[in-house]
């Protein structure tokens, strides 16, 4: 594989409006994260991923944009953004950009128009269609509602959404907006961002006719449709192509084999993918599916294509609490699943607030929350005749609001997150769980996350090395090997809460380890791993 900046790199995800408030007016915004820089550079990451951070109404924490071309109020302004970037490059980081381009908000000047008559210029712009037997022109949903149509009395004719409502989609078959999306691209490249982080861009291109499908309820048939790799070819030909960037795209309901026609290094598409079956598909731990992923997207990429690892984002409860143990073993789990992430292939991702291991919350009531999605399906849930305290606590382990409360950053009122009221309430457990205690502990997670994002630095085997399973029989035990250029590293991962006994296989010998990292402070590289007990939630890294 060649070697490249992004395959080297790891991505640090600043959700701003929960990162730090700069104005006390509740929100996280850019002079926050302009503030806080030096915290970020300090873990030693080498790209952030901004969430969008574009004029928007709001309703789905600006994944609705109305302006592709100004900041939200929330957020500062274009002045403020700029300053960002030149510090974020300063500090010898990079920035990629959260860009939306599957659907705009209803209140984009764009859907106004479209919206405005059938023979409007823009109309065509997205995607509109007559009544099917005084019905939605078919039986579709959308992630965040039971129909994916809309119906809009002025045309009598409905759009298509494939999330909420207020986020219709945008039309790919239009070449005049597509041009018109390169341009926009090109706007913030020429800004000298460092890439894209591309929202659900396998949703761009839509199930030809239009037709009923068998089981509306598995959504799967909104992506990955005929047609969508001309539109990333196009895109990659007419503005990627022309930048040392990062693209990566967000990707549901992708396998390896297709996820090579994504990021195949000669397909000319994109850098990266996220797949989504472990945050989506993998409800809990599940330690025999989760290997099984992992060798499945190895071996479909290998040579081929870069993959990403990430077990949370703003999207998905925080992976201490969701994969680990965020009791008892909080601090060895939290460890023990970024050593996991930052040694399996692919580029490691860390969502702020994972690098003190900040865990899932849980709010009194339905009010407490803000997420759409979680709302949605609240209502639509209830309205079935559904208990409405049973609905809300089926809810509470996936509701997005789980990784977007405040960053903690300390002991004081509202975790020093903002001087004001926060957009959402912070979680209870800031007092022990926070920045300030973490800077101060040399034993912390902060601590352990810069150590490994460091051995990236120095050790290619941990990016471009052979990756072999060594523990397809184990239940708890996660072992494998990273093998590059003479090197060999084994990875020992226990997921669980008691003790669990290795055996080193055969082929490898012990004779010359030296002790890269663990979780536990007591060993030293000399312990026998011929047998050893490994204890709850441990980790380590040996370089045989
Ligand atoms: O998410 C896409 C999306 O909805 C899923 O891939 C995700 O796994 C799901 O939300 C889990 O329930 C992107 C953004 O990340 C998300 O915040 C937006 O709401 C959505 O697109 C619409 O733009």
Same mark, same amino acid.
Not at 142 to 167: G, I, K, R
Not at 381 to 403: M, T
Not at 443 to 466: A, H, T, W
């Given at each position: 594989m060649t070697k490249k900046w992004w395959k080297e790199a790891v991505v640090y995800q600043v959700y701003w409006r929960s990162f730090y408030d700069s104005n006390g007016d509740g929100y996280g915004d850019l002079q926050g994260v302009m503030e806080k820089l030096d915290y970020i550079k300090e873990l030693g990451v080498d790209v952030i991923w901004l969430n969008p951070c574009y004029e928007s109404p709001d309703i789905d924490n600006g994944y609705d944009i109305k302006n592709y071309y100004n900041i939200m109020e929330k957020a500062g302004d274009m002045e403020t953004w700029e300053k960002l970037l030149e510090k974020i490059h300063k500090l010898d980081m990079k920035l990629i950009m959260d860009l939306v381009v599957n659907h705009t908000s209803d209140q984009h000047p764009w859907f106004v128009e479209s919206r405005s008559s059938k023979d409007n210029p823009k109309r065509d712009w997205y995607i509109w269609k007559d009544s099917v037997k005084g019905g939605p022109p078919n039986n579709w949903r959308s992630y965040f509602t039971p129909s994916a149509w809309e119906y809009d009395e002025l045309t009598n004719q409905y759009y298509m959404h494939s999330f909420a409502v207020e986020q219709p989609d945008l039309n790919w078959e239009n070449e005049e907006l597509r041009e018109e999306v390169y341009r926009m691209m090109r706007f913030w490249l020429d800004k000298g961002i460092d890439g894209f982080r591309l929202d659900v861009i396998n949703l761009l291109a839509k199930l030809k006719g239009f037709p009923n499908v068998e089981n509306p309820d598995n959504i799967n048939y909104l992506g990955n449709n005929e047609g969508i790799h001309d539109y990333l070819q196009e895109m990659h030909e007419k503005v990627f192509k022309h930048y040392d960037i990062m693209t990566v795209g967000e990707i549901p309901f992708v396998t390896p084999e297709d996820g090579v026609l994504y990021v195949g290094e000669d397909r000319k598409e994109l850098h990266t993918l996220f797949h989504f079956e472990v945050a989506d598909d993998m409800p809990t731990w599940d330690l025999q599916r989760f290997k099984e992923i992992q060798t499945r997207w190895y071996e479909g990429l290998k040579g081929k294509g870069t993959n990403s690892q990430f077990l949370n984002n703003h999207d998905h409860t925080r992976q201490v609490t969701r994969y680990g143990n965020d009791g008892k073993y909080r601090i060895e789990s939290a460890k023990l699943l970024a050593t996991m992430i930052h040694t399996l292939p692919g580029i490691p991702y860390v969502y702020q607030g994972e690098e003190i291991g900040m865990t899932g919350v849980r709010f =009194?009531?339905?009010? =407490?929350y803000n997420d759409i999605a979680m709302k949605n399906e609240y209502k639509e849930e209830v309205a079935k005749g559904r208990d409405p305290q049973e609905v809300f606590e089926d809810l509470l382990l996936l509701s997005r609001d789980n990784s977007r409360t405040p960053i903690q950053w300390d002991s004081s009122k509202n975790a020093g997150f903002t001087d004001g009221q926060p957009w959402i309430k912070v979680n209870p457990n800031y007092k022990t769980i926070n920045v300030e205690q973490a800077l101060k502990d040399p034993e912390s997670v902060f601590y352990y996350y810069k150590k490994l994002i460091q051995l990236r630095k120095k050790n290619p085997v941990m990016i471009y090395g052979d990756y072999q399973d060594l523990s397809l029989d184990e239940k708890e035990l996660y072992v494998y090997t990273r093998t590059y250029e003479g090197k060999c590293w084994l990875v020992l991962l226990n997921h669980s809460d008691t003790n669990n006994l290795f055996t080193l296989p055969e082929q490898l010998d012990e004779n010359n380890k030296q002790l890269i990292i663990s979780n536990y402070t007591d060993l030293d590289g000399t312990e026998d791993i011929h047998q050893t007990e490994m204890r709850p939630h441990e980790a380590r890294i040996y370089d045989l």
């Amino acid at each position: 594989m060649t070697k490249k900046w992004w395959k080297e790199a790891v991505v640090y995800q600043v959700y701003w409006r929960s990162f730090y408030d700069s104005n006390g007016d509740g929100y996280g915004d850019l002079q926050g994260v302009m503030e806080k820089l030096d915290y970020i550079k300090e873990l030693g990451v080498d790209v952030i991923w901004l969430n969008p951070c574009y004029e928007s109404p709001d309703i789905d924490n600006g994944y609705d944009i109305k302006n592709y071309y100004n900041i939200m109020e929330k957020a500062g302004d274009m002045e403020t953004w700029e300053k960002l970037l030149e510090k974020i490059h300063k500090l010898d980081m990079k920035l990629i950009m959260d860009l939306v381009v599957n659907h705009t908000s209803d209140q984009h000047p764009w859907f106004v128009e479209s919206r405005s008559s059938k023979d409007n210029p823009k109309r065509d712009w997205y995607i509109w269609k007559d009544s099917v037997k005084g019905g939605p022109p078919n039986n579709w949903r959308s992630y965040f509602t039971p129909s994916a149509w809309e119906y809009d009395e002025l045309t009598n004719q409905y759009y298509m959404h494939s999330f909420a409502v207020e986020q219709p989609d945008l039309n790919w078959e239009n070449e005049e907006l597509r041009e018109e999306v390169y341009r926009m691209m090109r706007f913030w490249l020429d800004k000298g961002i460092d890439g894209f982080r591309l929202d659900v861009i396998n949703l761009l291109a839509k199930l030809k006719g239009f037709p009923n499908v068998e089981n509306p309820d598995n959504i799967n048939y909104l992506g990955n449709n005929e047609g969508i790799h001309d539109y990333l070819q196009e895109m990659h030909e007419k503005v990627f192509k022309h930048y040392d960037i990062m693209t990566v795209g967000e990707i549901p309901f992708v396998t390896p084999e297709d996820g090579v026609l994504y990021v195949g290094e000669d397909r000319k598409e994109l850098h990266t993918l996220f797949h989504f079956e472990v945050a989506d598909d993998m409800p809990t731990w599940d330690l025999q599916r989760f290997k099984e992923i992992q060798t499945r997207w190895y071996e479909g990429l290998k040579g081929k294509g870069t993959n990403s690892q990430f077990l949370n984002n703003h999207d998905h409860t925080r992976q201490v609490t969701r994969y680990g143990n965020d009791g008892k073993y909080r601090i060895e789990s939290a460890k023990l699943l970024a050593t996991m992430i930052h040694t399996l292939p692919g580029i490691p991702y860390v969502y702020q607030g994972e690098e003190i291991g900040m865990t899932g919350v849980r709010f =009194d009531s339905i009010e =407490d929350y803000n997420d759409i999605a979680m709302k949605n399906e609240y209502k639509e849930e209830v309205a079935k005749g559904r208990d409405p305290q049973e609905v809300f606590e089926d809810l509470l382990l996936l509701s997005r609001d789980n990784s977007r409360t405040p960053i903690q950053w300390d002991s004081s009122k509202n975790a020093g997150f903002t001087d004001g009221q926060p957009w959402i309430k912070v979680n209870p457990n800031y007092k022990t769980i926070n920045v300030e205690q973490a800077l101060k502990d040399p034993e912390s997670v902060f601590y352990y996350y810069k150590k490994l994002i460091q051995l990236r630095k120095k050790n290619p085997v941990m990016i471009y090395g052979d990756y072999q399973d060594l523990s397809l029989d184990e239940k708890e035990l996660y072992v494998y090997t990273r093998t590059y250029e003479g090197k060999c590293w084994l990875v020992l991962l226990n997921h669980s809460d008691t003790n669990n006994l290795f055996t080193l296989p055969e082929q490898l010998d012990e004779n010359n380890k030296q002790l890269i990292i663990s979780n536990y402070t007591d060993l030293d590289g000399t312990e026998d791993i011929h047998q050893t007990e490994m204890r709850p939630h441990e980790a380590r890294i040996y370089d045989l």
